[in-house]
């Protein structure tokens, strides 16, 4: 991901005035978009391929469709008139018309390519079993009302996440060998479980034992009435899903961070501009953040990455009401819709997240505005 | 290369973390080696099925029994009398005309300060057409005799002294398992003494009896305690570890070695090589692992294998390759690169007997931190619903507890225990490979 289109960034000529500059990251942004815009419709093809693979999809809901009109005509009394033979003949024509409406009858490349398409335009089709809030059927509708919490969540946590553990990392690399840097070494291994991990114990202490704050959920029951104490109520609600989030992540994510920073450091135009007598802000800010912003932000969205998939049990645990829980929900209740729409929607959070942290890439790699080849 | 692994070796005891981490490989690995040996595969997944009946014995959702040491209250036992076992419980009287008595009286001594959590009587009988009747009656060490009841036994037969109303009635509305030990002085104490239940049989038939179970279940059990459907949680909790080892190590190594390769390729050809390579790990950066792997949970199997090679499969592409993309492109400059063209080596020979080496001790850092992210993998999966059907995991035990509110009930030994195992396994190989990462990259033993 970290690789800047090289051949696109070559053929410009350099120029070091700044609107050819913008001109650069401009066309740079520009060509990642359409890559990953590619990107995207292949990934959710595949997509789709997993989920119809060996046509099991289509025969559940050829079997849905038979079963709703069996019942149906066993719940109409016209039908009582006739004989049985009559009644099977139109049964067979009555699912052969739904087949048929439904386009199931069609080779599955074609229909393939359709929800290809469907499913880029987010035209996701209605639920099996799963109602929206607001009693809608419409997939499209149940991932709108729940995109928000788990924007809300995932949003408040990697933002503590990247700064705090960008400023921790900093000041370790000022007290290197310190107490506290040898602490959040040694710590920095207990990030290789994940935040749910975290979160169960959070819960096990805060809420089962302590009884101090919510097992989970986003609101208070009923819901406060005015604005002010919903607000409340929800940050109530969030701080132990972010607590564990930042728990999960930051000790090896200062650690790392650290670890560049004292690698930056320690090359041989640092010590020249302290040899020219600049001060340690200067040369923090100019010599060691400003390089390694490339590489922090490359293991950053890792993070993230990593976050977003891990967000289906990172909810579930917290009973959070985002996508994550839903993907669950769906998963319990055999959601196909559902879970299909879950799949495309974290493809689209993972490759929208690619392309803004590659915007920021563009704006922080000198790489990339001044036309050098990228490796 | 033989002397870079001593040499690492020997490093490797001057890091405290690596020593540490290494022990806790070790001893988990032991732990698998038990399980394995102990419980052999079938039967472990027999147990875990609760086939036969395995479980009839064990207390529902008990803690395990060495909390009695930090109990003041003692807790009880589950505590089992079975005429099966001590033949000299069971009195036969022949009465002539095929009729004979068929009488049984366990005792047993209740010496703890909790009431039991469940009180059952099982029941087989051998007869031909007529069935057998059997009148219990309860004796409490005060010298009470409390009726319980009365029934006619089929072939195998459950009286769940818990479950009858009658008896609860006749208690004056107490839990049998608490009002046939409450202590009349103080109903919230148990009577502590010599408890007897007598079985007053009679058979109808020549060679017909009885044969009867008692079982006190206790509220503790075993090492580890019990679950809902009365598991011993012990049986999982080892399993787990050679299911969980396996997954993590054979992801961990299968899926870099494969990336290795790939990166290795990539470079060596360079190119549209290069190219497709870079363009597919572009397409899977973006592809959700989790999701994907819940539709083929849902829509394939739910194997643990075929789990694994997904998670292969989408790993060898991962963001692994451009890291040992950049590493291969400073070996494949390297003068004895050149030197082995020279001499005619082929591409093969080169990817493998040349650069591939090179960068192994970096590797072993990286496939050593990335086990523990595979081992919660599986414990995810197991959490959404999706583990293996049949084995028993870690992550199916978290599942387990997550579904029937064991955080909410204070059944908090149900989530601790297989949590403290995934969190020491995490530990050990992290721990490990972060030390590993400082011996092999000299470029981070200096900080």
């Known amino acids: 991901m970290q690789n800047v289109d090289t051949a696109q960034v070559e053929s410009a000529v350099p120029s070091r005035r700044r609107f050819s500059s913008l001109n650069r990251v401009l066309k740079y942004v520009l060509v990642r978009g359409l890559t990953l815009l590619v990107t995207i419709t292949i990934g959710v093809y595949l997509a789709i391929l997993i989920a119809n693979g060996g046509g099991y999809v289509d025969q559940m809901r050829i079997g849905q469709i038979k079963e709703e009109i069996a019942m149906q005509m066993a719940a109409d009394q016209e039908m009582t008139f006739?004989?049985?033979?009559?009644?099977?003949?139109?049964?067979?024509?009555?699912?052969?018309?739904?087949?048929?409406?439904?386009?199931?009858?069609?080779?599955?490349?074609?229909?393939?390519?359709?929800?290809?398409?469907?499913?880029?335009?987010?035209?996701?089709?209605?639920?099996?079993?799963?109602?929206s809030d607001s009693g809608s059927r419409q997939v499209r509708n149940i991932l709108g009302e729940r995109l928000g919490p788990t924007l809300l969540l995932m949003a408040t946590g990697q933002l503590l996440l990247f700064f705090s553990s960008l400023a921790l990392g900093l000041i370790l690399s000022r007290r290197y060998g310190s107490f506290l840097d040898k602490l959040i070494v040694t710590l920095a291994p207990t990030s290789s479980a994940p935040a749910w991990f975290y979160g169960m114990f959070f819960i096990l202490i805060f809420a089962a034992v302590l009884g101090w704050l919510p097992f989970g959920g986003m609101i208070d029951a009923p819901p406060p009435q005015t604005t002010w104490l919903r607000a409340l109520s929800i940050m109530k609600h969030m701080i132990l899903p972010v607590s564990a989030l930042l728990l999960a992540s930051v000790f090896?994510?200062?650690?790392?961070?650290?670890?560049?920073?004292?690698?930056?450091?320690?090359?041989?135009?640092?010590?020249?501009?302290?040899?020219?007598?600049?001060?340690?802000?200067?040369?923090?800010?100019?010599?060691?953040?400003?390089?390694?912003?490339?590489?922090?932000?490359?293991?950053?969205?890792?993070?993230?990455?990593?976050?977003?998939?891990?967000?289906?049990?990172?909810?579930?645990?917290?009973?959070?009401?985002?996508?994550?829980?839903?993907?669950?929900?769906?998963?319990?209740?055999?959601?196909?819709?559902?879970?299909?729409?879950?799949?495309?929607?974290?493809?689209?959070?993972?490759?929208v997240t690619v392309f803004l942290l590659d915007i920021i890439y563009a704006l922080v790699d000198p790489r990339v505005k001044i036309g050098g080849g990228g490796h | 290369m033989k002397a870079t692994f001593s040499n690492a070796f020997r490093q490797m005891r001057r890091y405290p973390s690596a020593v540490a981490g290494s022990i806790i490989i070790l001893f988990l690995v032991f732990m698998a080696i038990y399980a394995m040996v102990t419980i052999p595969y079938s039967e472990a997944l027999r147990l875990w099925r609760g086939a036969d009946n395995v479980w009839m014995q064990s207390p529902r959702n008990a803690r395990p029994a060495w909390f009695n040491y930090f109990y003041k209250e003692k807790q009880p036992l589950t505590i089992v009398q079975s005429t099966t076992d001590d033949p000299d419980a069971k009195i036969m009287v022949d009465l002539g005309g095929g009729v004979a008595t068929s009488d049984f009286i366990f005792e047993f001594d209740y010496q703890y300060d909790g009431f039991p959590s469940e009180l059952a009587v099982f029941l087989t009988a051998e007869f031909t057409a007529a069935r057998p009747n059997v009148v219990l009656n309860w004796i409490t060490p005060d010298g009470r005799e409390i009726p319980l009841g009365e029934l006619t036994v089929r072939a195998n037969e459950t009286y769940s002294v818990s479950q009858d109303s009658r008896v609860t009635r006749r208690l004056g509305g107490v839990q049998p398992e608490r009002g046939l030990f409450a202590d009349p002085a103080n109903p919230d104490k148990p009577l502590k003494g010599t408890y007897q239940l007598v079985g007053e049989g009679l058979v109808f038939e020549e060679g017909s009896s009885i044969d009867a179970t008692l079982v006190v279940y206790g509220k503790l059990h075993g090492l580890a305690g019990t679950d809902h459907r009365r598991r011993d949680i012990t049986v999982a909790l080892l399993w787990g570890t050679p299911v969980a080892l396996a997954f993590g190590l054979v992801a961990a190594v299968g899926s870099s070695i494969m990336t290795m390769f790939l990166g290795a390729t990539a470079v060596w050809f360079g190119g549209w090589v290069d190219w497709l390579i870079r363009r597919v790990n572009e397409i899977v950066m973006i592809l959700p692992l989790l999701p994907i792997l819940i539709m083929v949970g849902l829509f394939y199997s739910r194997s643990i294998w075929v789990m694994l090679s997904v998670v292969i499969l989408l790993g060898i592409f991962g963001s692994g390759i451009l890291s040992y993309r950049s590493m291969f492109i400073q070996v494949k400059q390297s003068g004895y690169i050149d030197a082995a063209r020279a001499y005619g080596a082929g591409s093969g020979r080169i990817i493998i007997r040349y650069m591939i080496?090179?960068?192994?001790?970096?590797?072993?850092?990286?496939?050593?931190?990335?086990?523990?992210?595979?081992?919660?993998?599986?414990?995810?999966?197991?959490?959404?619903?999706?583990?293996?059907?049949?084995?028993?995991?870690?992550?199916?035990?978290?599942?387990?507890?997550?579904?029937?509110?064991?955080?909410?009930?204070?059944?908090?030994?149900?989530?601790?225990?297989?949590?403290?195992?995934?969190?020491?396994a995490g530990l050990g190989f992290a721990m490990l490979g972060f030390a590993l990462d400082r011996i092999f990259n000299p470029r981070l033993r200096e900080v």
């Open chain 1, 82 to 131: 006739l004989t049985m033979q009559e009644r099977r003949e139109l049964e067979a024509a009555r699912v052969e018309v739904q087949i048929q409406q439904l386009g199931l009858d069609r080779p599955f490349m074609i229909r393939s390519f359709e929800y290809l398409w469907n499913g880029l335009t987010l035209n996701l089709g209605s639920a099996d079993y799963l109602l």
């Open chain 1, 252 to 351: 090896s994510g200062a650690y790392s961070r650290r670890t560049f920073f004292l690698i930056y450091s320690s090359e041989d135009y640092v010590e020249m501009a302290k040899a020219k007598g600049l001060s340690d802000r200067e040369i923090e800010r100019r010599y060691v953040l400003r390089p390694t912003l490339p590489t922090i932000i490359t293991s950053f969205m890792l993070t993230i990455i990593g976050l977003w998939t891990g967000a289906i049990v990172f909810e579930t645990v917290f009973n959070w009401p985002g996508i994550g829980r839903l993907t669950q929900q769906a998963i319990n209740l055999f959601d196909t819709p559902v879970i299909v729409a879950t799949t495309v929607i974290y493809a689209y959070l993972l490759a």
């Open chain 2, 357 to 424: 080496p090179k960068i192994i001790p970096t590797l072993i850092p990286g496939f050593v931190t990335q086990v523990p992210s595979f081992v919660f993998l599986e414990a995810t999966l197991a959490l959404l619903g999706l583990g293996d059907p049949v084995l028993p995991t870690w992550g199916k035990l978290l599942n387990d507890a997550q579904t029937h509110g064991a955080l909410f009930n204070g059944y908090f030994y149900w989530v601790l225990e297989p949590a403290f195992l995934l969190m020491l």
